[in-house]
């Protein structure tokens, strides 16, 4: 069966553009969308430096997420990661006449370290005074009535709508709902107590990352911050996020600029400097090797801002 075929079937289908994939994305102020569509077979890894939901709609995928066994992903599973756990998918089973579609979510940190702290202060105010903060090192599988409580496909058609003034809203207030029952149905295998001494230190690194990151922290600095050795606080933090604080630090670099390039005209030169970036050269290089495009590409494809008068 040829595209052209496929494309005859129902003019609601989507057909696949490219010979292996075709990404079409969707924007909202904390948060991202794409659609991916495969038709080739084939194995990619992904590294996402914001929590990510995907949902596969129809096809069959083989995954594993950093060291854990490989296990089946089918239509309707849907699949929750944390940040900087490495996603292997194996897409061997697409073919032309039968593509492997799958949305994505990418949520920022930010985002859902709200959801929990409003959780927290409700949890404090019920008389329950143990803060919970999210596993960075666990990722869930939900299928069958979990995955549907979830429900993304909805979530996705508002990203897909026209736009409108209400639409972020719309879109951070359903997302929002998404994670409190993402958290209720799993977390028991999602959540862990607040920090004891050895994590507070690991996530003093993070924040002090986060909060420079116009600037490379030397290790030594960020051994202060988590009162342990420079020898250890790379072995402790891989083991904590995944990645080096190196990496890590890259990661968030990316995001905040993928942020910016959405909500912002600063010129890509100043924003390479105001990201810690030695020129604009060493900024692109970067950014096209984790988002595959370069800056003004991104820029340039980014959905147009809401309008008060749509």
């Known amino acids: 069966m040829t595209q052209l075929d496929l494309a005859r079937n129902s003019q609601a289908e989507r057909r696949v553009r490219k010979l292996v994939e075709y990404r079409s994305a969707h924007y909202a102020s904390h948060s991202e969308a794409a659609s991916y569509f495969t038709n080739t077979p084939a194995r990619v890894q992904f590294c996402f430096a914001n929590p990510i939901i995907c949902r ?9 997420v950093s060291d854990s066994d490989a296990f089946d992903f089918m239509p309707g599973d849907v699949m929750f990661v944390p940040p900087g756990l490495e996603i292997d998918i194996d ?5 032309t006449d039968a593509p492997i579609e799958c949305d994505c979510i990418e949520i920022e940190n930010e985002r859902v370290e709200s959801v929990l702290g409003r959780l927290n202060e409700t949890m404090t105010r019920g008389g329950h005074p143990i803060a919970m903060s999210l596993d960075w090192t666990a990722f869930s599988v939900l299928r069958g009535g979990e995955a549907d409580e979830l429900d993304l496909p909805n979530l996705m058609r508002l990203f897909r709508t026209e736009r409108d003034v209400f639409s972020d809203l719309r879109i951070d207030s359903k997302i929002d ?10 977390g028991r295998s999602l959540l862990v107590s607040k920090y004891g001494s050895h994590d507070s230190g690991i996530a003093a690194v993070a924040s002090l990352i986060r909060d420079n990151l116009h600037r490379h922290v030397p290790i030594a600095e960020l051994a202060r911050a988590a009162a342990t050795s420079e020898s250890s606080v790379n072995r402790q933090f891989k083991k904590y996020f995944g990645t080096t604080p190196a990496r890590f630090a890259n ?8 942020r910016q390039l959405r909500k912002s005209l600063t010129p890509i030169e100043a924003l390479a400097f105001e990201l810690g970036f030695s020129d604009a050269s060493h900024f692109g290089r970067t950014f096209r090797k984790t988002t595959g495009e370069t800056p003004a590409g991104y820029r340039k494809r980014r959905q147009r801002p809401p309008s008060m008068l749509s």
């Open 177 to 186: 709902d998404l994670l409190l029952r993402l958290l209720q149905l799993r």
């Open 91 to 95: 897409l061997s089973m697409a073919r």
């Open 56 to 64: 596969l709609g129809r096809g069959h995928k083989i995954m594993s």
């Open 251 to 258: 990661k968030v670099r990316i995001a905040e600029a993928k």
